[in-house]
T-cell receptor
Framework: ETGVTQSPTHLIKTRGQQVTLRCSSQSGHNTVSWYQQALGQGPQFIFQ???????GRGNFPPRFSGLQFPNYSSELNVNALELDDSALYLC???????????????FGEGSRLTVL | AQKITQTQPGMFVQEKEAVTLDCTYD???????LFWYKQPSSGEMIFLIYQGSYDQQNATEGRYSLNFQKARKSANLVISASQLGDSAMYFCAMREYQGGTALIFGKGTTLSVSS
């Protein structure tokens, strides 16, 4: 186990609704990133937070937004849900310390979102 | 153009045999890292092995080794003595250290180990 926990594990929403996914990072990790994994695909980078600021973003529209809190936990918010947002959302934590030069990420088990 | 290419959608191997999972990459960044992750049906991505672009020797971690051929831009994962628990999706990923913060993943290879 990586020590990264995500909630909820599964949820179902309808098109147009909003969703908030939560992530607690591994102890000592100050960086959190979010990835979207569609069925049968590899994860795609959404964004990364370091010290409560977004410091990297992939090719996702502004309706995907996030927060990082002083305890380094994080939220991913998606507004105006679309059918294509159905995916596994993975949170990963890392540190600027020992593993910073490798960029190794420690992933949670993900939140599986279904949009109907 | 895809930055990470995994051409094998599925691979089948018997217990105790070795298997190679292919990965090629494309980058102009001289400083990069290559990673392999395992994803069982539970969904969690499990880090297996890392190779830096300046590392002279191929990385090894227990039964996992990475066959790094820089000129060919390939980073194949070799699993020796396969076990039933190795059945999972395997993803190759790259981080470009000058280009950003993200890991770029391939589409993955499903490995099935039979007894």
């Amino acid at each position: 186990e990586t020590g990264v926990t995500q909630s909820p594990t599964h949820l179902i929403k309808t098109r147009g609704q909003q969703v908030t996914l939560r992530c607690s990072s591994q102890s000592g990790h100050n960086t959190v990133s979010w990835y979207q994994q569609a069925l049968g695909q590899g994860p795609q980078f959404i964004f990364q937070y370091y010290r409560e600021e977004e410091n990297g973003r992939g090719n996702f529209p502004p309706r995907f937004s996030g927060l990082q809190f002083p305890n380094y936990s994080s939220e991913l918010n998606v507004n105006a849900l679309e059918l294509d947002d159905s995916a596994l959302y993975l949170c990963a934590s890392s540190t600027t310390g020992v593993n910073a030069n490798t960029g190794e990420l420690f992933f949670g088990e993900g939140s599986r979102l279904t949009v109907l | 153009a895809q930055k990470i290419t995994q051409t094998q959608p599925g691979m089948f191997v018997q217990e105790k045999e070795a298997v190679t999972l292919d990965c090629t990459y494309d980058t102009s960044d001289p400083s990069y890292g290559l990673f392999w992750y395992k994803q069982p049906s539970s969904g969690e991505m499990i880090f297996l092995i890392y190779q830096g672009s300046y590392d002279q020797q191929n990385a090894t971690e227990g039964r996992y080794s990475l066959n790094f051929q820089k000129a060919r831009k390939s980073a194949n994962l070799v699993i020796s003595a396969s076990q039933l628990g190795d059945s999972a999706m395997y993803f190759c990923a790259m981080r470009e250290y000058q280009g950003g913060t993200a890991l770029i993943f391939g589409k993955g290879t499903t490995l099935s180990v039979s007894s």
